[in-house]
């Protein structure tokens, strides 16, 4: 059985998913921010059979997420690195990391902890803000048609009240 896809549906989250929305993906990429670029060390690391990982490296090849780029003077090794695309993921990551630390863990019991590598600081969260600085409270968020809504989004959201 194969997953959904989100290709025609118009909204970010969907097409976020369509292109890092399986766990394979998402590890993928986490092990890229830990360093890892060759083929052999992502299969030996996750555990992962060798034609699902090479679907999820094309993937994100394919997407501008990961650049593979020969490692070796003859051109037989690659190494897969993460592109600027890619890198803006690690704030989604550590959102999910952070979020697992509270709910999944529990205080006190995290598996890993980021630091600050000038600092020395704990990253133990992150803060949405408006644009003043100030923290959003997303019970007072709504939601409006943007630029690329569709018609049918349009009227949708029209004069609705959403609570994230």
Not at 2 to 10: G, I, P, W, Y
């Given at each position: 059985m194969?997953?959904?896809?989100?290709?025609?549906?118009?909204c970010g989250v969907a097409q976020a998913l369509e292109q890092v929305g399986d766990w394979w993906t998402l590890l993928i990429i986490r092990d890229a921010f830990l360093g890892t670029t060759r083929f052999a060390?992502?299969?030996q690391q996750l555990g992962i059979a060798k034609n699902i990982l090479s679907?999820?490296?094309q993937r994100l090849v394919g997407h501008g997420i990961l650049v593979k780029q020969p490692d070796d003077e003859d051109g037989r090794r690659h190494a897969y690195r993460l592109t600027e695309k890619g890198r803006d993921l690690w704030l989604v990551l550590t959102a999910l990391r952070l979020w697992s630390d509270k709910w999944v863990?529990?205080?006190g019991h995290e598996p890993i902890l980021v630091r600050d590598r000038e600092t020395g600081a704990v990253v133990s969260s992150l803060r949405a803000v408006d644009a003043q600085g100030n923290p959003l409270d997303p019970r007072r968020l709504g939601v409006a048609p943007g630029p690329g809504a569709s018609d049918e989004d349009r009227l949708r959201l029209v004069g609705e009240r959403s609570e994230p």
């Open positions: 194969s997953r959904k896809r989100f290709a025609e549906m118009n060390d992502f299969e679907d999820r490296l863990f529990g205080p």
